[in-house]
């Protein structure tokens, strides 16, 4: 069976600082995907990333995929409020979604 | 601009009660999903459907079936709903042409059984 672990599962930070949540598993993908979910919503695609060692930025955010395709990470940069919400990720061939990192940006 | 709606957003049953809930893409997609989302558990895969009357079991499909009768409309059926099936449902689509993992989302039925 595969699984995704996703760490940390809660995060609550300031304002303007950095941080990075992961992705981990120990079976290779073929694609992963990062969805943000914000409270009483569903989850919003954020990026799929699918060579290994690939990064993707999407503005404040970097998307990584480790190298053998087990693992992703996400960095942000300058934290804003606006980016509080549940960050998931998803892997592939099977589709399988990790637990989420609870992220939360205090002003 | 791409569109998964689902029928309510808020649902209260009775236990032992059929419960149905609708989802509906805009998107031509050929691949529906039903998950449902547990804290500490994430979203597991109740069913999906690759096609029109065609659908296969997901990692937790006791208790539940589905029915995709119209390309667009995704129906998840709990026969009799438990108390254990309080949860947040959400319902996802999904095309094909090497995009079949991005998933677009409905907004979720909350389900409470009573």
């Known amino acids: 069976t595969q699984l995704l672990e996703q760490s940390p599962q809660f995060l609550s930070i300031q304002e303007g600082e950095n941080l990075t949540v992961y992705c981990n598993s120990s079976s290779v993908f073929s694609s992963l995907q990062w969805y943000r979910q914000e409270p009483g919503e569903g989850p919003v695609l954020l990026v799929t990333?699918?060579?290994?060692?690939e990064v993707k930025k999407l503005k404040r955010l970097t998307f990584q995929f480790g190298d053998a395709r087990k693992d992703s990470s996400l960095h942000i940069t300058a934290a804003q409020p606006g980016d509080t919400g549940l960050y998931l990720c998803a892997g592939a061939q099977k589709l399988v979604f990790g637990q989420g990192t609870r992220l939360t940006i205090n002003p | 601009d791409v569109k998964v709606t689902q029928s309510s957003r808020y649902l209260v049953k009775r236990t032992g009660e059929k419960v149905f809930l609708e989802c509906v893409q805009d998107?031509?997609?050929?691949?529906m999903f039903w998950y449902r989302q547990d804290p500490g558990l994430g979203l597991r895969l109740i069913y999906f459907?690759?096609?029109?009357?065609?659908?296969e079991k997901g990692d937790i499909p006791e208790g539940y079936s589905v029915s995709r009768e119209k390309k667009e409309r995704f129906s998840l059926i709990l026969e009799s709903a438990s108390t254990n099936q309080t949860s947040m449902y959400l319902c996802?689509?999904?095309?094909?042409?090497?995009?079949?993992?991005?998933?677009?989302f409905g907004p979720g039925t909350r389900l409470t059984v009573l």
């Open positions: 990333v699918v060579t290994g060692g």
């Open positions: 996802a689509s999904s095309g094909t042409s090497g995009r079949v993992h991005e998933q677009f």
């Open positions: 998107m031509d997609h050929e691949n």
């Open positions: 459907s690759y096609d029109v009357k065609m659908k």
